[in-house]
């Protein structure tokens, strides 16, 4: 058997603020075709670790990021092609953010940029990309309007369907269901194990069950740093290595 | 739970903040329709003088207000001269006006980006006679030395010195209207893989279109509206242009150069204030134009 080399290998990345670190030093390594959840409470630096692996983080000037991240292999400090790097990652923020364009543009968008202009493959792409995010029912006859008249929970499908949109090799999702109803979180929740065959998903979550039904791995990150990274079985036991996590998994705590 | 009475002098004070703000927000209507009606009054009785016809008023291009025998109201040239001096100064302006927007807003340096900011708003608060003098002087002379036209005061002068006038203020206000842009668009644009130009070209132009059409109008609106500079840099003269070296005269220079002369209450003095009545419906159909493309803009 192979050992195939990590999807993502995260070593002692360092993030700052000005003056506040937020994340201090942590370590940790993301297998491929591995849905991988993140949890932990508010401010603890969940999103911040997100934006460091798409290099996002760039846009707050005040940011400094030390330490390295690889994406297969890659530094992403160091690569020459910043925009091929955001194209293999899927971002789904928690706040959806539909483009000011129709619901069609919103999800061509990305393959446009590569420079798709046919309308046939790009048709078939937005109907697939919809369908996977669980959206393509609802708006199939309303193609042409404005992305941003969805409800909100269509909204954030939408940013879900664009995020797949280039064919990402993997995928973020940061706190994906805050603004879509259970039924909706269930049947994308059963299309993330569906893609889980051809990518791989990082799921930051706040709702420890979503991490716990889906994740094959899940790491607790409280105030910047990793208390304990398992697997789901040893992570959601009654036994994890960290009474910290316990008391979270189980409610406890704060 | 008992009801709390506020005391007399709160429900007072912010009954009179209503009424004032309600004053502020009221006196833009009165002061436009209170200009219009005033240039309307005195304009008016020269509709119905024997000697004045509103056809030849806008369709002739004989403008001899002062002739002895053969008195003509005609303003077509001037119309002719407004128009073409306006549509070259946008020609040149917008393009350049939009591409300093997009440059200061998303690709410039924070320091870059302060320097330039405080030069365009310089460049704003320049007074127009300023604009006229360096046309008269230096702009002429250039143009003459280039284009080996026989007169330096022309539509190119005056197109030129105009951009640059309106330049600054399509800037500025571009500039605002693309900072509010939510920042949350570029970055789920460049998450998705878009180089900064495509960011630009797809998201941030369709975003801000309504505030980058207004700045635009903005520049048009200083442009058609705009007096000193184009009565010192067109060279004044009345007939419908040819080509862009040829002087032409502006509606409000020629209001500018000629109340002063006007005998008051005279005939000519009225036509000239019937001139600024038709200015008035010019930048009204303007306005109105650019609201209707909005609107449709937005419906969609």
Redesign the interface.
Known sequence: MVTAAPKISVQDLRLAFGAKEVLHGISFDIGRNEIFGVIGPAQSGKTSLLRCINRTIDFSPDATMTGTVLVDGEDVRKTRNVYGLRRKIGMVAPLPVGLPLTIYENVAFAPRCVGVSAKSELDGLVEKCLTQAALWDEVKDRLDSLGTKLSGGQQQRLTIARALSHQPEVLCLDEFSIAIDPVTTMRIEDVLKELRKDITIILVTNLVQQARRLADRAMFLWNGDIVELDRNEVIFSEQPASRKTYEYVHGIFG | MPKRNRPAWAIFAEKALEGVIYLCGISAIVFVLGIFFFVFKVALPVLFEPGFSLTQFLFSTEWYPTSESNIRYGVLAMIAGTFSVTVLAMVIAVPFGLGAAIFVSEFCG?KLKETLKIIIELLAAIPSVVWGFIGLTVMSKLIVEFTGAPVGVNILNGGIILALMSVPIIVSIGEDALKAV??????????????HW?LVY??LL??AKNGLLAAVLLGVGRAVGETMAVLMATGHAVHIPEGILDSVRTLTANIAAELGEAPENSNHYRVLFLTGVLLFTITFVVNLAADLVIRGIRKK
């Not at chain 2, 668009?185 to 998705?192: H, M």
């Open positions: 924070p939510p920042d949350s668009y570029r970055e789920a644009g460049l998450a998705l893989g878009t180089t495509q797809r998201v369709p975003a």
